[in-house]
């Protein structure tokens, strides 16, 4: 009950809690972060095959010049080798990591069979404000940090949290949808910021109908900005009824592949831990630490092939109906694309022994959306891609092509997109001969 006996300063504190804003932008991206795959392979950080530094129990990190702290679980029997989920906790307001961690993470732990990382951030003044953007970049700190030293697989990377926790998983889907696998926000609203907010992440709200703190009117709007980015088809979901002591689960239709939305509604007030049949919530009898979960985990990554993937082109597609613009292309082509069209830039994200990784940003400099895109390159003498995500790859040395998935093709003016690799010899070379053309 250890989250519930904070209902009632959370409450109190209610007047604070609604005034809170974001303060400024959210920070630079995540040093060192890969894409999140949707349904891609696996890619190793570089804590994998190191003994790890890092023990369990409360951690201090410096981020933003100052000294901030979290509680780190790491698996029983930790593997070096294995790649495990991440998933962060964000606590409520008035309440702590030390909440989170002693609650099983809401509710998780207990159902992981040592198969997650379980870490529990502490917020500056029991809260997540956010001002200018400071703990987004604890979030990338804190990422950077564990994943330097153990072993994570980048393509399952989760936060939840209830409340203030619930906002500051949003400002984090919000904000870093390549690295944030899926979230799940309880009971939250827009308190944390959002900066971004228009890309995809898989979603799962849940809120309560009387809900006397953050009213479920908010709920509902965090919920439909995910609804909107992940190409959902809208609806109004039922909700239980004033009395039903039961909860709603809705699975929408029509999402993009990889990025379900969820929404949960309970007949109930401001809390966590709803039960079914009963008007008292109950840490160890709710029916969200099994949802969350089951909706995690859902997404399985898989492993590096052992083999080479298949040379030949991928299907193409019929090229777009409209019109290409009529008007002329810039004087000065972008410095690594063609006039028009597209660029890339390549920037290297770890490396070890044998290996590397590197990721590839695809970037629309022009007025016109970009329909579909391929990327050429040329890897150094001795490398070869072992996994690619978030793009199809024809060829894995020398010249390699990567066209886009069919999730990240549209490029709307100003937009970008990224892909990552990994691959084996010595990252210390970088591509070259890098441009990219449209379709």
């Given at each position: 009950?250890?989250?519930?006996?904070?209902?009632?300063?959370?409450?109190?504190?209610?007047?604070?809690?609604?005034?809170?804003?974001?303060?400024?932008?959210?920070?630079?991206?995540?040093?060192?972060?890969?894409?999140?795959?949707?349904?891609?392979?696996?890619?190793?950080?570089?804590?994998?095959?190191?003994?790890?530094?890092?023990?369990?129990?409360?951690?201090?990190?410096?981020?933003?010049?100052?000294?901030?702290?979290?509680?780190?679980?790491?698996?029983?029997?930790?593997?070096?080798?294995?790649?495990?989920?991440?998933?962060?906790?964000?606590?409520?307001?008035?309440?702590?990591?030390?909440?989170?961690?002693?609650?099983?993470?809401?509710?998780?732990?207990?159902?992981?069979?040592?198969?997650?990382?379980?870490?529990?951030?502490?917020?500056?003044?029991?809260?997540?404000?956010?001002?200018?953007?400071?703990?987004?970049?604890?979030?990338?700190?804190?990422?950077?940090?564990?994943?330097?030293?153990?072993?994570?697989?980048?393509?399952?990377?989760?936060?939840?949290?209830?409340?203030?926790?619930?906002?500051?998983?949003?400002?984090?889907?919000?904000?870093?949808?390549?690295?944030?696998?899926?979230?799940?926000?309880?009971?939250?609203?827009?308190?944390?910021?959002?900066?971004?907010?228009?890309?995809?992440?898989?979603?799962?709200?849940?809120?309560?109908?009387?809900?006397?703190?953050?009213?479920?009117?908010?709920?509902?709007?965090?919920?439909?900005?995910?609804?909107?980015?992940?190409?959902?088809?809208?609806?109004?979901?039922?909700?239980?009824?004033?009395?039903?002591?039961?909860?709603?689960?809705?699975?929408?239709?029509?999402?993009?592949?990889?990025?379900?939305?969820?929404?949960?509604?309970?007949?109930?007030?401001?809390?966590?831990?709803?039960?079914?049949?009963?008007?008292?919530?109950?840490?160890?009898?709710?029916?969200?630490?099994?949802?969350?979960?089951?909706?995690?985990?859902?997404?399985?990554?898989?492993?590096?092939?052992?083999?080479?993937?298949?040379?030949?082109?991928?299907?193409?597609?019929?090229?777009?109906?409209?019109?290409?613009?009529?008007?002329?292309?810039?004087?000065?082509?972008?410095?690594?694309?063609?006039?028009?069209?597209?660029?890339?830039?390549?920037?290297?994200?770890?490396?070890?022994?044998?290996?590397?990784?590197?990721?590839?940003?695809?970037?629309?400099?022009?007025?016109?959306?970009?329909?579909?895109?391929?990327?050429?390159?040329?890897?150094?003498?001795?490398?070869?891609?072992?996994?690619l995500w978030s793009g199809t790859n024809t060829g894995t040395t020398g010249n390699v092509t990567?066209?886009?998935?069919?999730?990240?093709?549209?490029?709307?003016?100003?937009?970008?997109?990224?892909?990552?690799?990994?691959?084996?010899?010595?990252?210390?070379?970088?591509?070259?001969?890098?441009?990219?053309?449209?379709?």
């Amino acid at each position: 009950m250890a989250r519930h006996r904070h209902l009632f300063s959370l409450i109190a504190g209610a007047a604070v809690l609604l005034a809170a804003t974001a303060g400024g932008a959210l920070g630079s991206s995540f040093r060192g972060a890969a894409v999140a795959a949707t349904n891609g392979t696996l890619a190793a950080t570089a804590g994998c095959g190191k003994a790890p530094t890092l023990t369990n129990g409360t951690r201090t990190i410096q981020s933003s010049g100052q000294s901030r702290t979290y509680i780190l679980r790491i698996p029983d029997g930790y593997d070096r080798n294995r790649p495990y989920r991440l998933i962060f906790g964000f606590h409520w307001l008035n309440g702590s990591a030390n909440n989170v961690a002693s609650a099983g993470y809401y509710g998780l732990a207990p159902l992981s069979n040592n198969s997650t990382i379980f870490v529990a951030p502490q917020g500056l003044n029991a809260g997540w404000a956010n001002t200018n953007g400071r703990d987004l970049t604890l979030f990338d700190d804190i990422s950077q940090q564990i994943e330097n030293d153990l072993c994570v697989d980048t393509t399952q990377r989760f936060a939840l949290g209830w409340s203030y926790g619930g906002a500051m998983s949003y400002a984090v889907a919000c904000a870093r949808p390549t690295v944030i696998r899926a979230v799940s926000v309880l009971s939250g609203a827009n308190l944390s910021g959002c900066n971004g907010g228009t890309q995809p992440v898989a979603y799962f709200g849940i809120h309560g109908i009387y809900d006397s703190v953050l009213n479920i009117s908010q709920g509902r709007s965090l919920r439909d900005t995910f609804v909107r980015n992940n190409g959902c088809t809208a609806q109004s979901p039922r909700e239980p009824s004033r009395g039903s002591l039961t909860h709603i689960t809705t699975t929408y239709a029509g999402c993009r592949a990889g990025y379900p939305v969820q929404w949960a509604a309970f007949d109930g007030d401001h809390t966590p831990s709803p039960v079914d049949g009963s008007s008292s919530p109950n840490d160890s009898r709710t029916w969200t630490s099994g949802e969350i979960w089951r909706f995690f985990s859902q997404f399985e990554s898989t492993t590096p092939p052992t083999t080479a993937p298949p040379t030949t082109a991928p299907p193409t597609t019929a090229p777009p109906t409209t019109t290409p613009p009529t008007t002329a292309p810039p004087t000065t082509p972008p410095p690594t694309g063609e006039p028009g069209t597209c660029a890339a830039t390549y920037s290297a994200v770890n490396s070890w022994p044998g290996g590397f990784q590197g990721e590839v940003t695809v970037a629309n400099n022009t007025a016109t959306t970009v329909n579909g895109w391929t990327v050429r390159l040329t890897l150094a003498s001795g490398q070869a891609i072992s996994s690619l995500w978030s793009g199809t790859n024809t060829g894995t040395t020398g010249n390699v092509t990567v066209r886009n998935a069919p999730y990240n093709g549209t490029l709307g003016p100003n937009a970008s997109t990224t892909f990552g690799f990994t691959a084996t010899g010595n990252g210390a070379t970088p591509p070259s001969n890098i441009t990219c053309t449209s379709p």
